[in-house]
Every structure is written in C-alpha cells, then in structure tokens.
C-alpha cells in the first residue's frame, strides 16, 4: 500500500509544484527534506534496519561495524558526521550485498567532561547570579600594533558580556595598574556601550613610561546592578613575560603607522582567542537551550537525560541505518552496562593485566585525580616528560638578592634532556626578566627554579610537603647575573649565569645549561656574547665569557667533534636570532649525535652517545649531582579548572600493565598478521602507539562511570571502559528492550542483579551454561547465539587520533579477555583525518562551526552525506566544501526530474526510441559502460575509498547517461537502458544518498525498499567495448579541440572557420615505434604503472633502432608513451586496437557530426588503408598511429571526400561478382570458411612492420607454412 501511494505520479506532480511554488532559495531543499521524512517512515515501518542473529544456519555472511560512541556534552557536529559516514557507507553496502548486518550505536557519558561542565555551570551562577548571570567582560587583549612606546601608550581591546543579567548594559570603566602585582589601581577612562561595534570595544591608554610594567582590567557598568571585572592582562600574549611597555624591535618598525595602535573609537577586531572564552552558560545558550532550562544543566543527570535523546533525533534524521534497539548510555546510571564494566574488569584483574601502585600520571589539582585524555580541556595525548635537573651550587658570596639564604646549600636546579654533554658546559642560561622562586627542600638546602617546576616537582615527592612547595623568596633572572656556580662534570671549576632572552618559562626549570660545542642555539649565544658590544648591552663582565672555550663533548663522522659550530658555519648562522637556520642545525646535531655519535669528554668516554645518556643520568643521581623529575611536554588543562594547567603527579592508582612484554607481543602478532588498516600509514601509527603505550591509569576519585568492583573507592576512567563495548551491542537489545537508561528489562526479561560474573562469562566467553545462573537454557543460548554469531567486529571506523589510546586499548582488552580466542578481536579498524570546511578547520570563532542538526537544516541529509563522501577517505585532512553542497541540492533534484519525466514520456530533452528500432553500438556502449561502473564503485566501498565509489556511482553515472543521450538525440534512447540506468543509479548512490534512491527506486518501479535490495550481478566489463568507447569520446573531444584551437594558433590573417574535417587512420606503427614500445612493455610494472628507469638509456644502445636514425625521437616518443602507461597501463603499448578503428567510426558518424556539427563542421572524411601518395595531407598520415588518427580541419565550399582507391579485396570480389563469375556472397563464405582474410591481413601487417629486402619472397615463405600462421 505504501509503494503505490509514493510512486504514484500524481504525488510526484504534486511535490513538482510544491517545488515550483515555494521560495526559489529554499524550494529544491525542502523538497529534499520531504523526501528524507517520506522515506524515514517507510523504513521505520518495515524495521529495516534491525538485525538479529539468525537462529538456524547462515550462509551469506555477516558484517559488523561501529563508531566510536560519542561524548554527549553537547551536540554532535559535522566532525562526528564525517567519520561515521565512513561506518555508515559500509553497512549499508554490505546490507546490499546480502550479508546480515548490523550497525549499533551507543552514547559515552563516563569521565570528567559533564561532570566538569556541571560543576563549571554551578560555579558561573553562584558567581554572577541566575537564570541570567551579570558576566565580566573579556580579558583585555593588546591590540595588534598596539605597543606604541614613542606616544608613550597601550591599546586594548576587549568583548562586551554575553549577559548582564537582563540589565543594560551602559559602558565600561578601563582600569591601569602600573608597577608590580601589589601597585595601586586606577580608572584611566570610561567607554560608553554605544562606541562597539559587534560587541567588541578598543581604548588607547596614553601617558604611559617606556620600561614600566603594566596591567590593565575591565570593569562594566550596569544599570541597576554592580558592575564587574574581567580578569587581569599582566602579561605578553604568550603568557612568559610580564606587561612591559618597549621600543619596539628595529627590523619590525618599518611599516609602523605613527601612533602606535588603535586609538579611543578606533573600531579595532579583538584577537579571536578572546572570543574562545565562552562560559558554559554560553556554551550550552549556543545549543538553543533556553536560559531557564540551563539552569537544569547544574545536576549531571540532566545532561544524560537531555543530550543523548537529541543526538539519536539528529542522527536518525541523518539517515543512520543503525539497529536502534541496542543504544545505550554508558555510567552506573545504566545498571546492566555497569555490570558489564564490572565483569570486564574482573576478568583484567584476574589476568594479571591490572595492578595498583605510585605511577606518575597527568594530574588535576582541582579535582585530586589523574586527568586522561578524555578529561583534558587542552592537551589530549600529552604525555609525562621526564628531565634531569643539573644540580649547580651557587657560590659564595650569593647574590645580594639571595642574602636571606646565607649559609644554606643554594642549588640552581638547569633542567637537561641532555645528560651526557654535561662534561661540555661553559656557562649556565638565565631569563633576564624572568621570575623565579627559591624553594626549602630541608632547612639546609634551597633549590632555585621557574614556578611551574617547582610545582610539578612538589607532586613527586621531591618537596617535603606533597604539592605545597615551600617558597622563601623570588626574584628576577637579571638579579642573577653573573653568579657563579659549581656544576657537576664541567671541566671548569667555575661558570657564570649569563642571559638568554629565548628561554621559556613554561618549559623546563628555565635555568639551562650551555654547551656550545653541541648545541647549536648555546653555540649562537655564546659566540654573540663574545663580542664586546653585545656584552656591554646586556652588562655581561669579560671574565664572565672570555676565559671559556668551547669543549668537545662527543664526535660523530659527519659533524666531527664540534658539531655546533660546524652546523652553524655551514648554514651561516649570524647571530641566535636566525631562528630558522637554529632549528635545522639543532635537528642535524642531535640526529647525529644521538644515532652516530661517540662520547670524547666525561666519565664515559668511547661509549656511543645512547648509552652514555642512561649511564651519565643514573651516576649523577646516584651521587646527588642531580635529581630527575617530570612534567607534561605541553600545555595540559582540565575540563573543571580549564585555568588551571595541570601537573605530573606520582600518585596510588590502579592501572593497566599496556606494554607488558607477552601482551604486547599478541596484540602486535595478531596488528601484523589478522588486522586489516586499509592504509599503511595506519598501520604505521598502530606499530608507534604500540611500541610507546604503557602503564595507563584507569582509576579515578570522582566523575562518572562505574566503580572498580574491588576497591570502590575509585571510578574507572572513561578510556578504560570503552574497550570492548561492541561486544555489549550485541545483547544489549534483549537487556535493556531498546531503553537507552537500561531502567526497564527488555525482552529476556533479566533483571541487571541477574548479570554476575557467571552470566557474562557464559554469553560473552562462551562457557558452558550452568543452571545456577537462575536463567532458562533456552534464554541463555539466545543470547550467547548473538555473540557468536556477530562477533568479531569486522570493521570499527574513528579518527587517526584514538590510535594511540582507544583504537590500541581496544586491541590490548581484546587479547586479554578472549585470550584463548583470537577469533574474537577485531578484523578490522579504518581511519580518518580531521575534516576542515572549506578548507579551514571548524571554529565557533570563523563562522565555520557546523552541528549535524544545522547541516541537515542547510542543505538536507542527503547532500550532506554526499558532501561528506566527496571531502576525502584519507589520514589527511579532509575538506567538507559548501560550495559541493550547494550545488548537490541542485543536482539531485534535476536528476530526478529528469529520470521521472522520461521514463514518463514527458521529457523534452530526451527521447525514448520507438519499441522495435533497431539496436545501435551505442546501446552496447552504455550497457558496458554502466557495467565497468558498477563494478568500480563496488571495489571503491569494498576498499573504503568512498570519493572514488562516489566519483563512479554519481559522477560517471551521469557522465555515461549525457553521452548516451547526445548519440542518440535522433534515434532515441532504448527505454529499457534508461530504465537500467534509474535502478542502477539507485543501487549504487543508496548508501551515500538512500533517502534519493528511495525515491529513484519508486520512479523505476523497484520492490520494497532500495536499502533493502540487492546488487545487481551482470557479466564482466567487456573491454573491448570499453577501449572503443574511450576512444569514440576520446576523439571527439580531441577534434572539438582541435577545432576550437585552430584560429587560436593562426599567427597570421585568419580565414574562414573549417567547415571539414579529414581524418587518416593507421592500423600499424612503423617498426622503429614497434621496438619503443616492445621494450617499454618488457620493463613495464603493472601493479604501479611505471617503466624501470633502466629502459630509456637502452635505447641509446639498441642497434636495429639506431639504423632509422630517429634521433630525439625516439625518447620523446618513449617519454609520451610511458606517461600513458600512467594512466592506462600496458594496453598503452599495445601494438593494434582491439577494435576496428573504422567501423567504431562509421558507426557513430551521426554522434560525431552532431557534436562538430555545433563548432561549424558539415563533414568528416575518412581515410583507412590509403597510400601517402594517394591523399592530400601525406604528411598527417604519416603522423597518425593506433588509436591516435590524424586530423586535418580546413574549410572548402565544396566538399572533399576521398577519392576512390584502386578495387581490392572486398571491392574486387564484388566486382568479380558484377562480371557475372560469382556472387559476393559465396566469395566471401568462401573466404571465411578458409580464414584467408585473417590470415593475409596479419602476414601484410608483419611484412608492413618488419620490411624484408625481398617482400615478394618473405611472404611467399611466410604463406607456404601451415595455415600461414607463424
């Protein structure tokens, strides 16, 4: 009932003029979004994508694919819909294929992320109010420019609130602060609300001192509530320096404007970084949540209950053929998946693959606990970074600014990746204007360093106090100057702290040790403070410098001993500004220090440099040279505090033995051998993760998720219990019945008490049923009949970056759980890079940030998907292209229309040819053709390489159907190929475009639904028809070319536009060609289509190919032919056509005059089998070859056919005939019956080709052996 009501025509009719009538902008859209809804319904009321596992045998396969469940602290965006179409294109042609197949998706709520937002939310309105907070303006940015120390000023700029509580908003009070922290502040000026423009506001602060630090602040003014400020601009916008007004550097004073920056009313764009600190009141405002349903969003529940609904709305609205009756949210907020997770963990523990102990992890101080990656604000897959701290002594007399620490042990803790080249150290690097704090390690011992240092080193035990570092005193790095040191190693007994303006505060203990001799940056700032002049500007003392040479530390045989000096000299290294030519030589040195080089100086001279690294390290400390320490390699914050960087902490946990020898050699056994990457760049990243993943904490204090069964005073972290999910989809229907909360028993009617330990080891592992289980055989074999039925997953798609975590814990949880079955891992994972739009990555602050929900509403699933599709398969970046997606809107439409109207009769740009026409070689063409087609696309999905399945299935469709429709604009086209090409069409876009193809499927009158049919199964490609038709069009092309070209290339005065065309075929290469291509195809490498390089000097060499003397022709006729090889393979040296190059012709002479007919031309003559002496163009016959006729345009009043050759062959049979000796007909049975026409036209090619001295008697040899034949 429902397909005759959607394909009638008179409903088509009606949604034509829906179309036609609505606003033209919006029309063809929404007639895409009735399409979508129309055929949602028609699969929801048949099930289609529901799946279980058969309950007798099965015999036409099985597939499996997931996609990582996605956070649901939010909406899910084009990001997510990009890599799940990957999933989606498969499942839905395996489904067409015939296999059982089974999509599921689930939704992850486990970790820090809702928790963190929730409890960020509470903070927003216990500080600025609710529903509608009175919000601080933006942190104050210095404006681009904006340094201006000659006016003596600063410009700032900064974004009005998001919400002043429902109150006006009248102005802004810019607050200066001068000097240090503890200095006085003051208004330098108000700035009404009306002097923005698109919220954003900029003011000059003038009478400002070159030199002097400073801080400025914004304040609101609000009508009727107090006003409140944004946090404190005190520092450079890399956060490492204070606030200084300075002259600015010569070489970027150039193109300064006068003035120095934008000036009160100066509608100046603030930094985009500003526009990055949105609360997450605004946050969730952005998703279109009312303010007073945000005020909900405080409980974490909420967001459970909230978020995971609207994401199945979103994606069921894309088209997701997924079995939605086993979705499910993750945390103890659903039992029966926390039972799961409970039972996976047992059976880790239980393995041995768990322990507890002091593990050094990235750590939360606001929230007490490691923060993995799914916890992170900043800094996802940052890792620990472990360095030895060089312990220098300060020597007496301390500086005066460390006075206080007299009698103390003061130690300047130099922070090195570098160990082993300490024996080379000349001086020690300090930042001039840097803060840096003494911190008490005992009552008798002080360590000196940066802040950030001394407060991951608090977390490791190296303080006395866990996490609290004792701070005595601060002070600048210019206050240090000079002070000498005693440092382990150095040769000298004494070096100095010299100034280094390069070095960063947030790397390291931001004192660093110098070795010029193999650093090439220590080599550039040594070799500058050598020069008097330099040393005078930074108030650097001779003897400070002057006494220290450089000391060779390691040699290696391409740099030598001094590997610094010899990089810098060779790249002309001038000063330690030249940043560039720093990192190449920095890059060089330590390459081939560390993999070449030999030690030369030290305690372990004539050990290659790897080895020496350890054992200088471990000597050190060992004698309390040194102490080492960790801190994250970047920038790392939480969700709950994202201001708050977090540290390297050595703390109790449970965590997972990743890296275990044993279990590191299974799952590398099972990555090389069984796991399909689809892409060796893939299968590179799983090698690299695999040989660095280790101990991962899987433990945690709070957040959500579900608690170790055994110590439950910790949560399991959100990684760790998303491993082997994908084996819970496959019973997760008959638990939970389809509730995603699981707060309702499903069809087995088990109760989450019921899932003990007992229970998933006999479904999941296979184990005997047992009647203690409390649960029917009957209900338990179902169940167990879904795991071993779907499992293993056959493919899993995600993003490159969870290989280093999820997508490589996913394999390490495998091989522990099913350790005796590796049947069960996974088969098969696919990756994907990010996707961009338009070619730049999504941000919320270019405009570009596009949900699923708001690209369905622009442009419609469809378009969408196939955008999607279009933008890339690849570990790069992908690229979704609006402009695609505009333009797919327009041509699904039209393509629609046009199948609809001509299958009707109703078309008026294509006609159907009357029943019982004859048949033309067109027809076969397009038949072929849509066959070589259908079999790409099918290999393009097969191999996840969906832009090419794309190109072929949508592109090349349409492509083949237009040239079918020009060559038979006269004749018509036969109805059943159009008809063909409707299903077809349908068949091969469902999985990109299904809701499209459902409708092209009723157009055609298919059964059912289209994501529900079948492939269809032709015969082979036959290639000879392919090659014809490659060269049919091909020449077509080339001769409108030629045509459109030709005036182009006339110099002189142009005369009348050709009007003919003469076209010389050759059925053979001259013999010189011949060897050309012989050899190229016996150095040819099908599976890459390239020539050996071996090849082309042989040439050079070739005797009987010197004797044509061809000079340069010959390699530049091999260089063409090779390039064709690129694109076509060996046939490009094939030595004949596999088809007649005439007969294709003359058969399509009504398509080629209509095609020319349009540039002007009224006739094409063609000449086969002629004699340069026998036409006017000698020369372009000559020119011609295979495949490759020569083409002669010229115009002419009259026309020039060919002139009429002398009778031969057929010609003389007939007039043998005509004479009255005997018919045609028995001449040419005659003729067949003996195979004589094959057999002398072979002979007469070869005696063509190889040119014997005597032709008459080679080929009467040649004839006189059996049959002719050779």
Same mark, same amino acid.
């Given at each position: 009932?429902?397909?005759?009501?959607?394909?009638?025509?008179?409903?088509?009719?009606?949604?034509?003029e829906?179309?036609?009538?609505?606003?033209?902008?919006t029309?063809?859209?929404?007639?895409?979004?009735?399409?979508?809804?129309?055929?949602?319904?028609?699969?929801?009321?048949?099930?289609?994508?529901?799946e279980?596992?058969?309950? %007798?045998?099965?015999?036409d396969?099985?597939?499996?694919?997931?996609?990582?469940?996605?956070?649901?602290?939010?909406?899910?965006h084009?990001?997510?819909?990009?890599?799940?179409?990957k999933?989606?294109?498969?499942?839905?042609?395996?489904?067409?294929?015939?296999?059982?197949?089974l999509?599921?998706?689930?939704?992850?709520?486990?970790?820090?992320?809702?928790?963190?937002?929730?409890?960020?939310l509470?903070?927003?309105y216990?500080?600025?109010?609710k529903?509608?907070?009175?919000?601080p303006?933006?942190?104050?940015?210095?404006?681009?420019?904006?340094?201006?120390?000659e006016?003596?000023?600063?410009?700032?700029?900064?974004r009005?609130?998001?919400? &002043?509580?429902?109150?006006?908003?009248? %102005?802004?009070?810019?607050?200066?602060?001068?000097?240090?922290?503890?200095?006085?502040?003051?208004?330098?000026?108000?700035?009404?609300?009306?002097?923005?423009?698109?919220?954003?506001?900029?003011?000059?602060?003038?009478?400002?001192?070159?030199?002097?630090?400073?801080a400025?602040?914004?304040?609101?003014?609000?009508?009727?509530?107090?006003?409140?400020?944004?946090?404190?601009?005190?520092?450079?916008?890399?956060?490492? /320096?204070?606030?200084?007004?300075?002259?600015? /550097?010569?070489?970027?004073s150039k193109?300064?404007?006068?003035?120095?920056?934008?000036k009160?009313?100066?509608?100046?764009?603030?930094?985009?970084?500003?526009?990055?600190?949105?609360?997450?009141?605004?946050?969730?405002?952005?998703?279109?949540?009312?303010?007073e349903?945000?005020?909900?969003?405080?409980?974490?529940?909420?967001?459970l &209950?909230?978020?995971?609904?609207?994401?199945?709305?979103?994606?069921?609205?894309?088209?997701?053929?997924?079995?939605?009756? $086993?979705?499910?949210?993750?945390?103890?907020?659903?039992?029966?998946?926390?039972?799961?997770?409970?039972?996976?963990?047992q059976?880790?523990?239980?393995?041995?693959f768990?322990?507890?102990?002091?593990?050094?992890?990235?750590?939360?101080?606001a929230?007490?606990?490691?923060?993995?990656?799914?916890?992170r604000?900043? %800094?996802?897959?940052?890792?620990?970074?472990?360095?030895?701290?060089?312990?220098m002594?300060?020597?007496?007399?301390?500086?005066?600014?460390?006075?206080?620490?007299?009698?103390k042990?003061?130690?300047?803790?130099?922070?090195?990746?570098?160990?082993?080249?300490?024996?080379?150290?000349?001086?020690?690097?300090? #930042?001039?204007?840097?803060?840096?704090?003494a911190?008490?390690?005992?009552?008798?011992?002080?360590?000196?360093?940066?802040a950030?240092?001394?407060?991951?080193m608090?977390?490791?035990?190296?303080?006395?106090?866990?996490?609290e570092?004792?701070?005595?005193?601060?002070?600048?790095?210019?206050?240090m100057?000079g002070?000498?040191?005693?440092?382990?190693?150095?040769?000298?007994?004494?070096?100095?702290?010299?100034?280094?303006? &390069?070095i960063?505060?947030?790397?390291?203990?931001?004192?660093?040790?110098s070795?010029?001799?193999d650093?090439?940056?220590?080599?550039?700032?040594?070799?500058?403070?050598?020069?008097?002049?330099k040393?005078?500007?930074?108030?650097?003392?001779?003897?400070?410098?002057?006494?220290?040479?450089l000391?060779?530390?390691?040699?290696?045989?391409?740099?030598g001993?001094?590997s610094?000096?010899f990089m810098?000299?060779?790249?002309k290294?001038?000063? +330690?500004?030249?940043?560039?030519k720093?990192?190449?030589?920095?890059?060089?040195?330590?390459?081939s220090g560390?993999?070449?080089?030999?030690?030369?100086s030290?305690?372990?001279?004539g050990?290659?440099?790897?080895?020496?690294?350890?054992?200088?390290?471990e000597?050190?400390?060992?004698?309390?040279?040194?102490i080492?320490y960790?801190?994250?390699?970047?920038?790392?914050?939480?969700?709950?505090?994202?201001?708050?960087e977090c540290?390297?902490?050595l703390?109790?946990?449970?965590?997972?033995?990743?890296?275990e020898?044993?279990?590191?050699?299974?799952?590398?056994?099972?990555?090389?051998?069984?796991?399909?990457?689809?892409?060796?760049?893939?299968?590179?990243?799983?090698?690299?993760?695999?040989?660095?993943?280790g101990d991962?904490?899987?433990?945690?204090s709070?957040?959500?998720?579900? *608690?170790?069964?055994?110590?439950?005073?910790?949560?399991?972290?959100?990684?760790?219990?998303?491993?082997?999910?994908?084996?819970?989809?496959l019973?997760a229907?008959l638990? +939970?019945g389809?509730n995603?909360?699981?707060k309702?028993?499903?069809?087995?009617k088990?109760?989450?008490?019921?899932?003990?330990e007992?229970?998933?080891?006999?479904?999941?592992?296979?184990?005997?049923?047992?009647?203690?289980?409390?649960? /029917?055989?009957?209900?338990?074999?179902?169940?167990?009949?879904?795991?071993?039925?779907?499992?293993?997953?056959?493919?899993?798609?995600?993003?490159k970056?969870?290989?280093?975590?999820?997508?490589?814990?996913?394999?390490?949880?495998?091989?522990?759980?099913?350790?005796?079955?590796?049947?069960?891992?996974?088969?098969?994972?696919?990756?994907?890079?990010?996707?961009?739009?338009?070619?730049?990555?999504?941000?919320?602050?270019?405009?570009n940030?596009?949900?699923?929900?708001?690209?369905?509403?622009?442009w419609?699933?469809d378009?969408?998907?196939? &955008?999607?599709?279009?933008?890339?398969?690849?570990?790069?970046?992908?690229?979704?292209?609006?402009?695609?997606?505009?333009?797919?809107?327009?041509? #699904?439409?039209?393509?629609?229309?046009?199948?609809s109207?001509?299958?009707?009769?109703?078309?008026?740009?294509?006609?159907?040819?009357?029943?019982g026409?004859?048949?033309?070689?067109?027809?076969?063409?397009?038949?072929?053709?849509?066959?070589?087609?259908?079999?790409?696309?099918?290999?393009?999905?097969?191999?996840? $390489?969906?832009?090419?399945?794309?190109?072929?299935?949508?592109?090349?469709?349409?492509?083949? *159907?237009?040239?079918?429709?020009?060559?038979?604009?006269?004749?018509?086209?036969?109805?059943? #190929?159009?008809?063909?090409?409707?299903?077809?069409?349908?068949?091969?876009?469902?999985?990109?475009?299904?809701?499209?193809?459902?409708?092209?499927?009723?157009?055609v009158?298919?059964?059912?639904?289209v994501?529900?049919?079948?492939?269809?199964t032709? *015969?082979?490609?036959?290639?000879?028809i392919?090659?014809?038709?490659?060269?049919?069009?091909?020449?077509?092309?080339?001769?409108?070319?030629?045509?459109?070209?030709?005036?182009?290339?006339?110099?002189?005065?142009?005369?009348?536009?050709?009007?003919?065309?003469?076209?010389?075929?050759?059925?053979?290469?001259?013999?010189?060609?011949?060897?050309?291509?012989?050899?190229l195809?016996?150095?040819?490498?099908?599976?890459?289509?390239?020539?050996?390089?071996?090849?082309?000097?042989?040439?050079?060499?070739?005797?009987?190919?010197?004797?044509?003397?061809?000079?340069?022709?010959v390699?530049?006729?091999?260089?063409?032919?090779?390039?064709?090889?690129?694109?076509?393979?060996?046939?490009?040296?094939?030595?004949?056509?596999?088809?007649d190059?005439?007969?294709?012709?003359?058969?399509?002479?009504?398509?080629?005059?209509?095609?020319?007919?349009? #540039?002007?031309?009224?006739?094409?003559?063609?000449?086969?089998?002629?004699?340069?002496?026998?036409?006017?163009?000698?020369?372009v016959?000559?020119?011609?070859?295979?495949?490759?006729?020569?083409?002669?345009?010229?115009?002419?009043?009259?026309?020039?056919?060919?002139?009429?050759?002398?009778?031969?062959?057929?010609?003389?049979?007939?007039?043998?005939?005509?004479?009255?000796?005997?018919?045609?007909?028995?001449?040419?049975?005659?003729?067949?019956?003996?195979?004589?026409?094959?057999?002398l036209?072979?002979?007469?090619?070869?005696?063509?080709a190889l040119?014997?001295?005597?032709?008459?008697?080679?080929?009467?040899?040649?004839?006189?052996?059996?049959?002719?034949?050779?």
């Amino acid at each position: 009932e429902l397909s005759t009501q959607h394909s009638s025509e008179k409903e088509r009719e009606r949604q034509r003029e829906a179309m036609a009538t609505a606003p033209k902008s919006t029309a063809r859209r929404d007639f895409l979004h009735s399409l979508e809804e129309k055929a949602q319904k028609k699969w929801n009321a048949a099930n289609v994508f529901e799946e279980d596992a058969p309950d %007798g045998k099965w015999d036409d396969g099985k597939f499996m694919v997931t996609f990582p469940y996605p956070y649901m602290n939010g909406k899910l965006h084009l990001g997510h819909a990009f890599s799940l179409t990957k999933a989606e294109f498969s499942a839905s042609f395996y489904r067409l294929q015939g296999r059982k197949v089974l999509f599921p998706f689930g939704f992850h709520c486990t970790g820090m992320p809702i928790q963190a937002a929730a409890y960020k939310l509470k903070n927003e309105y216990e500080a600025y109010g609710k529903p509608l907070p009175n919000f601080p303006p933006s942190p104050p940015e210095v404006l681009k420019d904006g340094m201006d120390a000659e006016g003596g000023s600063i410009s700032i700029g900064w974004r009005a609130p998001t919400c &002043t509580g429902g109150k006006t908003l009248s %102005g802004f009070k810019v607050l200066v602060r001068a000097g240090a922290d503890d200095a006085a502040w003051s208004v330098a000026a108000q700035v009404a609300a009306a002097e923005g423009e698109d919220g954003q506001y900029s003011y000059t602060v003038s009478g400002l001192s070159v030199g002097t630090q400073y801080a400025f602040q914004i304040e609101s003014v609000v009508e009727g509530a107090a006003g409140v400020q944004s946090r404190v601009l005190s520092k450079t916008a890399d956060g490492k /320096k204070d606030l200084l007004l300075l002259a600015p /550097k010569k070489d970027d004073s150039k193109d300064k404007k006068a003035g120095g920056g934008a000036k009160k009313g100066v509608k100046s764009k603030v930094a985009a970084k500003t526009g990055g600190l949105m609360s997450q009141w605004d946050i969730l405002r952005s998703m279109g949540i009312t303010a007073e349903e945000a005020v909900n969003f405080v409980d974490p529940t909420y967001w459970l &209950t909230y978020f995971p609904p609207k994401g199945m709305e979103d994606l069921k609205r894309f088209g997701l053929g997924v079995d939605w009756r $086993r979705s499910f949210i993750t945390t103890d907020f659903n039992p029966y998946y926390d039972q799961f997770v409970r039972w996976q963990f047992q059976k880790l523990r239980q393995g041995n693959f768990i322990a507890f102990g002091k593990r050094p992890s990235i750590f939360s101080e606001a929230d007490k606990q490691p923060c993995m990656d799914h916890d992170r604000d900043k %800094g996802e897959g940052v890792n620990p970074q472990e360095y030895t701290a060089i312990k220098m002594r300060v020597l007496e007399p301390l500086p005066e600014v460390l006075a206080p620490l007299a009698g103390k042990q003061v130690f300047a803790l130099a922070g090195t990746l570098r160990p082993e080249t300490m024996c080379g150290q000349t001086n020690a690097w300090i #930042l001039p204007e840097g803060t840096y704090g003494a911190y008490e390690i005992s009552p008798t011992v002080v360590y000196l360093c940066a802040a950030r240092a001394a407060r991951n080193m608090s977390f490791q035990d190296i303080f006395p106090k866990w996490g609290e570092p004792k701070l005595l005193l601060t002070f600048k790095g210019e206050q240090m100057l000079g002070a000498a040191v005693k440092s382990p190693l150095t040769p000298y007994d004494r070096i100095y702290m010299l100034p280094l303006t &390069t070095i960063s505060m947030t790397k390291g203990t931001a004192i660093v040790t110098s070795v010029p001799s193999d650093s090439p940056d220590d080599y550039a700032a040594f070799m500058d403070l050598k020069n008097p002049k330099k040393r005078e500007f930074y108030g650097v003392k001779d003897e400070w410098i002057d006494p220290f040479e450089l000391v060779p530390v390691l040699e290696t045989p391409d740099l030598g001993p001094l590997s610094a000096k010899f990089m810098c000299e060779k790249l002309k290294v001038q000063s +330690q500004k030249d940043v560039e030519k720093l990192k190449e030589a920095h890059d060089a040195c330590y390459t081939s220090g560390f993999y070449k080089g030999v030690m030369t100086s030290g305690p372990f001279v004539g050990m290659t440099v790897q080895e020496a690294k350890v054992k200088t390290k471990e000597k050190m400390v060992k004698e309390g040279e040194a102490i080492t320490y960790l801190e994250p390699e970047n920038l790392v914050t939480p969700r709950s505090t994202p201001d708050v960087e977090c540290v390297v902490a050595l703390v109790d946990q449970w965590y997972l033995k990743y890296g275990e020898e044993a279990w590191q050699a299974a799952v590398g056994k099972h990555l090389e051998k069984d796991l399909e990457c689809f892409n060796p760049a893939v299968h590179k990243l799983f090698r690299e993760a695999l040989a660095w993943l280790g101990d991962w904490a899987c433990s945690r204090s709070f957040g959500l998720g579900t *608690r170790m069964p055994w110590d439950e005073a910790f949560l399991i972290e959100s990684l760790s219990d998303s491993t082997i999910y994908m084996s819970y989809y496959l019973v997760a229907h008959l638990l +939970q019945g389809g509730n995603l909360y699981g707060k309702e028993t499903g069809p087995a009617k088990i109760t989450p008490e019921q899932c003990t330990e007992a229970f998933w080891d006999c479904i999941m592992l296979g184990k005997p049923y047992n009647p203690s289980l409390g649960l /029917k055989k009957e209900l338990v074999e179902k169940l167990k009949r879904e795991i071993e039925f779907w499992y293993p997953m056959d493919l899993r798609v995600s993003g490159k970056d969870l290989v280093p975590n999820h997508l490589t814990m996913s394999l390490y949880n495998h091989a522990a759980v099913w350790a005796d079955r590796p049947e069960m891992w996974p088969r098969g994972f696919f990756c994907n890079g990010h996707v961009q739009v338009d070619a730049e990555k999504m941000s919320k602050s270019k405009g570009n940030f596009i949900t699923l929900s708001g690209a369905i509403e622009e442009w419609g699933a469809d378009a969408t998907r196939l &955008t999607c599709a279009d933008a890339g398969d690849g570990t790069d970046n992908a690229n979704y292209n609006r402009v695609v997606a505009d333009r797919t809107i327009l041509a #699904l439409t039209t393509e629609m229309e046009w199948l609809s109207s001509t299958l009707s009769g109703s078309g008026k740009d294509t006609k159907l040819r009357a029943k019982g026409a004859p048949k033309v070689w067109l027809d076969a063409w397009f038949e072929n053709e849509m066959i070589r087609l259908l079999h790409l696309t099918a290999e393009g999905y097969r191999t996840i $390489r969906f832009r090419e399945a794309l190109k072929t299935a949508f592109y090349g469709m349409q492509d083949a *159907r237009d040239k079918y429709r020009t060559g038979t604009a006269q004749i018509g086209a036969l109805q059943e #190929l159009v008809q063909q090409w409707g299903e077809w069409q349908a068949l091969m876009m469902a999985p990109i475009t299904p809701h499209w193809c459902e409708e092209i499927w009723e157009i055609v009158g298919g059964k059912g639904c289209v994501v529900r049919a079948r492939w269809p199964t032709p *015969r082979q490609e036959d290639p000879k028809i392919s090659a014809a038709g490659q060269y049919l069009f091909g020449l077509t092309h080339a001769l409108s070319t030629a045509v459109v070209n030709k005036d182009k290339k006339s110099k002189g005065p142009q005369g009348p536009k050709p009007n003919q065309v003469n076209l010389y075929l050759a059925s053979s290469f001259p013999r010189w060609k011949v060897l050309v291509l012989e050899l190229l195809l016996a150095h040819f490498d099908a599976a890459t289509k390239t020539v050996d390089e071996k090849v082309m000097p042989m040439f050079k060499s070739h005797a009987e190919l010197n004797s044509f003397n061809k000079g340069k022709q010959v390699a530049q006729f091999a260089a063409q032919m090779r390039d064709e090889a690129k694109e076509k393979g060996a046939s490009a040296f094939a030595l004949k056509m596999p088809f007649d190059e005439a007969a294709i012709i003359e058969e399509n002479r009504e398509y080629l005059g209509s095609t020319l007919g349009l #540039l002007g031309i009224k006739a094409i003559h063609l000449y086969t089998g002629y004699s340069p002496e026998e036409v006017p163009q000698p020369e372009v016959l000559t020119s011609a070859a295979p495949g490759k006729p020569g083409i002669h345009l010229f115009f002419d009043e009259q026309m020039q056919p060919p002139k009429p050759r002398a009778a031969t062959g057929a010609a003389a049979a007939g007039a043998a005939a005509a004479a009255g000796a005997v018919s045609v007909e028995e001449m040419m049975s005659y003729l067949d019956e003996h195979d004589v026409a094959r057999v002398l036209n072979e002979a007469v090619n070869d005696l063509a080709a190889l040119r014997p001295a005597e032709p008459f008697k080679w080929l009467s040899e040649r004839l006189a052996t059996t049959n002719g034949r050779k």
